[in-house]
């Protein structure tokens, strides 16, 4: 059996911590979409994500080269978050700040797994101050495509993983913190054990510490990261994902009306999953024009995002209008 295993010294342990990672969930659910396998928990978001992302030419653009369906991904594409909840933004100009050498080791690392090379890839390893732009630019239109909509739902089950994982620590110790995240990993003698990994897990290769990330998208198995000096990352399966996108109660729309309005709280149970102003028309029966107006005031008021999708605008709720419809919830 393979097996890999990374020393731990009292500094490590002490510089241990937890992140989360918009760019983790990109790579990880363009890693979902492009694998075209069916998927058990995700596959309300991948019918409503997929032919967005079909339309918008990303099957076939700068991310389908970079991130193949299995095996590795570059290691530029997953910088170390500087705190424990970075925007999208900050990691992408950590990407777009990495040095031309390591974008081409990464690549040439990237190709060999692959046998080949891709037209995009060979363009971005001969120039990567021209193209690395590109790249970003592409993993924006996606984020907003397919993961900005969703993201006050991922992100609370991502946070909730993180305060159980941190109560895991304060009560039990990191011992037990580590033997409870995956079923591939293990701590004993000092030193956290990962089976089924197949490249080296050494301190030699890894800087201090250690990142763990929690991931709506990284199951069933694990993702790492291991470049020096930065900490090696482990991305895991987060906890409560398999209740993502499960249908929410009904809500007592009564009580919400009387402080919202009926249209507005109509809107919000509506938006269960992100919509256009056409689609909330049709299945509400107001007018467009009315839903357009009813959403500028809930974006105003904070309970709703907009996010572009091709020609049209998705609307989608955000994490006060989730807090404030659980609280309505009977």
């Not at 929410?248 to 249209?263: K, T």
Request: with cysteine.
């Amino acid at each position: 059996m393979e097996l890999a295993e990374l020393a731990f010294s009292a500094s490590d342990l002490a510089q241990m911590r937890f992140a989360v990672s918009p760019m983790w969930e990109v790579v990880a659910s363009f890693r979902l979409l492009a694998s075209g396998a069916p998927h058990p928990v995700h596959r309300v978001w991948i019918e409503q994500v997929r032919p967005r992302v079909i339309a918008a030419g990303l099957d076939h653009g700068w991310l389908a080269e970079l991130i193949p369906p299995s095996g590795y991904l570059p290691d530029f594409l997953n910088p170390a978050p500087a705190h424990p909840a970075p925007a999208l933004g900050e990691e992408l100009a950590a990407i777009v700040a990495a040095p031309d050498d390591r974008i081409r080791r990464d690549l040439d690392h990237l190709s060999g797994h692959l046998g080949s090379r891709g037209p995009r890839s060979r363009t971005l390893s001969a120039d990567p101050g021209a193209c690395i732009g590109k790249v970003a630019e592409e993993i924006e239109v996606y984020w907003e495509l397919a993961l900005a909509p969703y993201w006050a739902r991922v992100r609370a089950v991502l946070d909730a993983d993180v305060f159980h994982r941190a109560r895991q620590v304060a009560e039990h110790g990191a011992g037990h913190l580590f033997n409870d995240l995956h079923e591939s990993v293990s701590w004993n003698d000092n030193a956290l054990r990962l089976i089924r990994r197949r490249r080296g897990l050494t301190r030699r290769a890894a800087g201090s510490g250690l990142l763990l990330i929690p991931s709506a998208f990284a199951g069933p198995g694990l993702l790492t990261r291991v470049r020096q000096p930065e900490p090696p990352q482990l991305a895991y399966p987060a906890r409560g994902v398999g209740t993502l996108w499960e249908s929410r109660p009904v809500l007592r729309s009564d009580a919400l009306a009387a402080v919202l309005g009926r249209s507005r709280t109509l809107l919000l149970a509506e938006l269960q999953a992100p919509a256009s102003t056409t689609e909330l028309a049709r299945r509400t029966g107001l007018s467009p024009a009315a839903v357009s107006q009813q959403l500028m005031a809930l974006r105003d008021a904070g309970l709703v995002s907009a996010h572009r999708a091709g020609r049209s605008v998705l609307y989608a709720r955000t994490s006060v209008a989730e807090s404030l419809l659980g609280a309505a919830l009977p």
